[in-house]
Each structure stands twice: as C-alpha cells, then as structure tokens.
C-alpha cells in the first residue's frame, strides 16, 4: 500500500475517528473509491465483512448481505471520501497517480498542502527528454510508459530500461507470459505483435545504433508485416524466390499480420507466376 503523508495520515486518522472503523480499513476503501473514480469501489476486508461493492445514488453489497448497521456505516464512509475527491480534485488526481502508479509526479500540491501519498521515487523511471506518457502499466516484473506522440515506447524490467521505436503501432495493451519475462506482446491495429520486433533506439540512456535484443526477450524470426494493399513486394524472379516469399506470408499469417482471404490471396498470384 503507498505511503501516506502527513495531510494523508491526518484525514485517515479523522475519517477512522468518526466511522468507527481501523486506520487500515480506511485505508483500503479509500484506494478503493479513489480507483473507481470517486463514483464506485470494490473493496475486500474483513471490518467490511470481505468482499463488497459500493456505487454513488446508495447500491452497496457486502458479504454480510443482512447487515444494515454495517451497510449504512460503509455507505457513510464511502459518501465522504467520494465528497472529498469531488471537493478537492486536484488532490484526488495526485492520489490516483500514485494509488494506480499513473500520471504526472508533478502534481503532487493542493492549496500548498502535500498529496496523499508520498510521491514513488521510481515513478518516472523512464527518460524525461520523453516528456509525459500516455499510458503506464507494469505486469510482473515489467514496467512500461507510451509515449504515441514521438512514437517511443519505454519497458523497464530489472535495472534496465529499454526504449522501442513503436514505428506505425497504435499500442492498445500488453501481455507477459506468466512467470517469465520472454514471452512479451502488444496489441495494435495490426494485431499482437512481439515486442523484440520493434527497434531499439535507446538502453538504459544511451543511443543504440545497431539492433539491439533485450535481454529479456529471446531472439525472434518475427518478420515485419507486409502491405496489403500493394504487389510491388512480391518477387518476379526464380521459382524459389517465389516459394521462400510465400514460406514468409505463412509465417506472418501464423502471427496474425495478415488474414488467411489476405494470404491465400497473395498466394494464388505468386503461384501464377510459375
């Protein structure tokens, strides 16, 4: 759980005094309001009879589903802190970003008071000169910042920090293979693509002008996709020119790059070339 402040332990401290509730317990539905936007939570702990629901307008669900005293205290509790982010947004944001490790560490003031948590010291791990990303997220061990704008996509796993040109990828969302760092995808409007294919343009601050594998990631046959609104990649040369390029489109529609009507397609005419 992140750090609280000084103002942070004062309002949980007030909050847990007035609803009857342990500082830990606040502790935890306050995350929870704070990731649902201020307007929901789910929440599981014991003081809240484990796992519960609770949404702005009066829904709440707890495991102790014919409790009513336990059910108004929660709805009372969750009412003020949802009062408290919409009075005070600016501090519900500086929450947020270190609550769901998202946003600018920068904003961490409200009315010159500090914010809720103490700022993550590794929270812009990736290079400045970057500017702000877009969207940050980590699964496992990796850690990753993308930045659409300069088409960079930072991944930081270990000690290291690796830098991909995203070339023309609008990057949806990523995956990791559980309990290893090698099998590491993204999605695009391209479909799911391995992140070894990308180049590398930067490690661990320096300019990389060679290609470059991550160590984490093992090396890949991937091939990059292949247009599919043009002919002017397919060969016109010998017989085995022909079946090494369709070998290829077999490899990319395997991977998803192109569809099985864009293979078969592609296929035919270089087999009419024969």
């Known amino acids: 759980m992140p750090q609280l402040t000084e ?3 004062s309002i949980v401290n007030d909050l847990s005094n007035r609803h009857g ?24 702990h014991p003081e809240f009879a484990g796992y519960g629901q609770w949404m702005r307008g009066g829904m709440i669900m707890l495991g102790d589903m014919f409790n009513n005293n336990l059910k108004g205290r929660v ?5 003020e802190i949802s009062n408290l982010i919409t009075s005070q947004p600016d501090f519900f ?21 500090s914010s809720l948590f103490v700022p993550d010291p590794n929270q812009n791990w990736w290079p400045q000169d970057l500017g702000s990303p877009a969207a940050l997220g980590s699964q496992n061990d990796m850690r990753y910042a993308y930045f ?18 995203t070339l ?14 090698n099998g590491i995808t993204f999605t695009s409007q391209m479909g799911t693509v391995i992140l070894s294919s990308l180049p590398v343009v930067m490690r661990d601050g320096q300019a990389v002008t060679t290609p470059a594998v ?26 085995s020119d022909i079946f090494a390029t369709i070998e290829k489109l077999a490899t990319l529609k395997s991977k998803g790059f192109i569809s099985d009507a864009e293979y078969e397609s592609k296929k035919s005419e270089l087999l009419s070339r024969l």
């Open 21 to 44: 509730f342990s500082r830990d317990a606040i502790e935890h539905m306050l995350i929870s309001v704070i990731n649902g936007n201020g307007n929901m939570a789910q929440f599981s």
């Open 214 to 239: 991550p160590v984490f990631a093992p090396p890949t046959n991937t091939l990059p996709p292949v247009s599919t609104n043009t002919t002017s990649n397919i060969p016109s040369g010998s017989e």
């Open 7 to 9: 103002s942070g332990i």
């Open 93 to 113: 944001m500086a929450a947020s970003s270190q609550s769901q490790s998202q946003g600018n560490a920068s904003s961490n003031t409200l009315n010159g008071a």
């Open 148 to 165: 659409p704008n300069s088409r960079r996509l930072a991944v930081k796993t270990g000690n290291s920090v690796w830098v991909y040109d």
């Open 75 to 79: 709805d009372s509790l969750c009412c």
């Open 168 to 181: 023309n990828h609008q990057i949806g969302g990523f995956s990791q293979q559980q309990g290893s760092g």
